[in-house]
């Protein structure tokens, strides 16, 4: 059974990891990294009243997608290595055309996904995470996202232990080359006085919850691995535990939800049409186990490699199922 791995060149170790379990289990893994194409890797994708068809030439191997059992999508990355010798006007229309082409092969295949692109971009909405976490029963924050400045100071006024702020996207500010990303933060004071830009790019407000320890639970099917950092144990890291991520890494611990927790949270991801899904939760000194969002396709390598959670065998036990 051939099994295809959407990724891209720079990919970390999740990408050997399912293609080493998947080989254990006699499939035969086929990795596209889409970054390559259209300059290193070919597409033919064909219809007609009677007949359709596609095919990829992976270094030098066609791969008949009818012949894929199932595809992964972990990351679709059509850069378009475009030669100098393109001219400047041509460049981003050829890149866009290349995108759309891939997807559409690839989103055409009748086979299974973990996940459907679709499907993950659907499940991708935080705000209706929070709706349907809620509707299951999943104890969630108090949250509010708003451009207006009169909301958020009402807002505070309900919740003494103050505010977080954080973005529902990967809100980033790009400057000399460096990529400066937006974590959460705390709302002080006199960020409540002065919210004079926010009427230009709304922000997520929310109520700030003690931590005990921050979870990471991932689910594959009805199958649900979770890991706890002490985020509290690092100064940077205590409202947001990737502000301090790297030397947090070997420091996750393989833990246990609570079985009502994770039944919903089961039933969470499967209402979103997902197979695979990574949530983040804060447990409280006082016991709540709080749902902050879930990531259709998110990281979970660190897990496996310093956490020891056999995710990858999961995967491939689901691709291969």
Same mark, same amino acid.
């Given at each position: 059974?051939?099994?295809? &791995?959407?990724?891209?060149s720079?990919?970390?170790?999740? *990408?050997?990891?399912?293609?080493?379990?998947?080989?254990a289990r006699?499939?035969?893994?086929?990795? $596209?990294?889409?970054?390559? %194409?259209?300059? /290193? *890797?070919?597409?033919?994708?064909t219809?007609?009243?009677?007949?359709e068809?596609?095919?990829?030439?992976?270094?030098?191997?066609?791969?008949?997608?009818?012949d894929v059992?199932s595809?992964?999508w972990?990351?679709?990355?059509?850069?378009?290595?475009?030669?100098p010798?393109?001219?400047a006007?041509?460049r981003?229309?050829?890149?866009?055309?290349s @995108?759309?082409?891939?997807?559409?092969?690839l989103?055409?295949?009748?086979g299974r996904f973990?996940?459907?692109?679709?499907?993950?971009?659907?499940? /991708?909405?935080?705000?209706?995470?929070?709706q349907?976490a809620?509707?299951?029963?999943?104890?969630?924050?108090?949250?509010?996202?708003?451009?207006?400045?009169?909301a958020? =100071?009402?807002f505070?006024?309900?919740i003494? @232990?103050?505010?977080i702020?954080?973005?529902?996207?990967?809100f980033? *500010?790009?400057?000399?080359?460096?990529?400066?990303?937006?974590?959460?933060?705390?709302?002080?004071?006199?960020? &409540?006085?002065?919210?004079?830009? $926010?009427?230009?790019?709304?922000?997520?407000?929310?109520e700030k919850?003690?931590?005990?320890?921050?979870?990471r639970?991932?689910?594959?099917?009805?199958?649900?691995?979770?890991?706890a950092?002490?985020? @509290?144990?690092?100064?940077?890291a =205590?409202?947001?535990?990737?502000?301090?991520g =790297?030397?947090?890494?070997?420091?996750w611990k393989?833990?246990?939800?609570?079985k009502?927790?994770?039944a919903?949270?089961?039933?969470?991801?499967?209402?979103?049409?997902?197979?695979?899904?990574?949530?983040d939760?804060i447990l409280?000194?006082?016991?709540?186990? *709080? %749902?902050?969002?879930s990531n259709?396709a998110?990281?979970? %390598?660190w897990? @496996?490699?310093?956490a020891?959670?056999?995710?990858?065998?999961?995967?491939?036990?689901?691709?291969?199922?």
């Amino acid at each position: 059974m051939q099994v295809l &791995l959407v990724t891209k060149s720079d990919d970390n170790e999740s *990408v050997p990891l399912v293609a080493g379990a998947l080989r254990a289990r006699g499939a035969d893994p086929v990795r $596209l990294d889409t970054d390559r %194409f259209p300059t /290193e *890797v070919k597409l033919a994708l064909t219809c007609s009243r009677d007949a359709e068809a596609t095919h990829l030439i992976i270094d030098g191997r066609t791969i008949d997608l009818a012949d894929v059992g199932s595809v992964w999508w972990r990351r679709l990355n059509v850069a378009g290595r475009l030669p100098p010798s393109v001219p400047a006007p041509l460049r981003a229309p050829s890149v866009l055309e290349s @995108q759309a082409s891939l997807y559409g092969a690839l989103q055409s295949h009748r086979g299974r996904f973990i996940d459907r692109p679709t499907t993950i971009r659907a499940a /991708e909405v935080k705000a209706r995470q929070m709706q349907e976490a809620r509707k299951l029963g999943l104890d969630v924050p108090r949250t509010l996202t708003t451009n207006d400045a009169d909301a958020v =100071r009402a807002f505070a006024k309900d919740i003494p @232990q103050g505010l977080i702020v954080k973005m529902l996207s990967s809100f980033a *500010v790009h400057e000399d080359g460096l990529e400066k990303v937006v974590f959460t933060n705390e709302v002080s004071a006199s960020d &409540l006085g002065d919210l004079s830009g $926010l009427h230009l790019c709304p922000m997520t407000f929310q109520e700030k919850l003690e931590k005990q320890v921050e979870l990471r639970a991932t689910v594959v099917g009805n199958r649900v691995f979770v890991a706890a950092v002490d985020s @509290q144990a690092s100064e940077r890291a =205590r409202l947001d535990w990737r502000r301090d991520g =790297r030397a947090l890494v070997k420091s996750w611990k393989p833990v246990e939800l609570p079985k009502d927790v994770e039944a919903k949270l089961v039933a969470l991801v499967a209402g979103f049409g997902l197979t695979y899904s990574a949530a983040d939760f804060i447990l409280t000194p006082d016991g709540r186990c *709080v %749902f902050l969002e879930s990531n259709p396709a998110g990281e979970w %390598f660190w897990l @496996q490699l310093y956490a020891g959670l056999p995710i990858a065998d999961a995967l491939a036990d689901a691709l291969v199922s």
